[in-house]
């Protein structure tokens, strides 16, 4: 189903440490979303791009995580100073532009963070 | 602003049997996109099926198959033939309106289905 690869799969912090995740969009992707989801499955709009352009981003990405889709690389996403609260499932959906199936998210397995 | 509900927290059922699951939501959108998801125990977000608002089939896709009534703005997910591996908890979405490129999604807050042996 899904290409779309996230690395590392967990990833265990120190509260204040930082916390940093990648993903590799499907191919021919150029528009990629990060969300998180907490342990009530919610998922929460983090930040999406087109390309190496960030198109939206909430207010606490703004402050509080870094972000990046630089070209020929993967994306990844920082939490600079990871809180407690911060730990969650963080999935990288991609989609491609243009064709029948540009409004379809796919979903990489994610990232689980763990803030002790 | 744009809500998808799903009401029903957990459902079982039993091996081969048929299952819906329930899905409204609410959009100003003339035209707007819904789609399902599973996710499995281990996090793993799938994408089942989706219909276009525009189009007046029920979508379908090998045992997956939509029950869309716009009237009521309800997409609801059928399964058919259930079967063990089916058991994860299935999510509905819709894309919301916005600039080309600059879609966001919403998610209802999931269905956890059960098939038993």
């Known amino acids: 189903n899904s290409k779309v690869i996230q690395t590392p799969r967990y990833l265990v912090k120190g509260q204040g440490q930082k916390a940093k995740m990648r993903c590799i969009p499907e191919?021919?992707?150029?528009?990629v979303f990060w969300y998180q989801q907490n342990k009530n499955n919610e998922f929460k709009f983090l930040i999406n791009f087109q390309n190496q352009e960030v198109l939206q981003q909430i207010d606490m990405t703004e402050k509080r995580f870094s972000a990046e889709c630089p070209s020929n690389s993967p994306c990844s996403l920082e939490i600079q100073s990871s809180e407690a609260g911060d730990s969650a499932l963080y999935l990288c959906?991609?989609?491609?532009?243009?064709?029948?199936?540009?409004?379809?998210?796919?979903f990489g397995p994610g990232t689980r963070l763990l803030v002790l | 602003a744009q809500k998808v509900t799903q009401t029903q927290t957990s459902i079982s059922v039993m091996e081969k049997t048929t299952v819906t699951m329930d899905c409204v939501y609410e959009t100003q959108d003339s035209s707007y996109f819904l789609f399902w998801y599973k996710q499995t125990a281990s996090g793993e977000i799938v994408f089942l099926i989706r219909q276009d608002s525009y189009k007046k089939e029920n979508a379908t896709v090998g045992h997956y198959s939509l029950n869309f009534q716009k009237p009521k703005s309800s997409i609801g997910l059928i399964i058919t033939a259930t079967q063990i591996e089916d058991s994860a908890v299935y999510f509905c979405?819709?894309?919301?309106?916005?600039?080309?490129?600059?879609?966001?999604?919403?998610f209802g807050a999931g269905t956890r289905l059960k098939v038993i042996a």
């Open positions: 191919k021919g992707h150029p528009v």
């Open positions: 979405a819709m894309r919301e309106a916005g600039n080309t490129g600059n879609y966001k999604y919403v």
């Open positions: 959906a991609s989609r491609r532009l243009g064709g029948r199936d540009q409004d379809t998210q796919y």
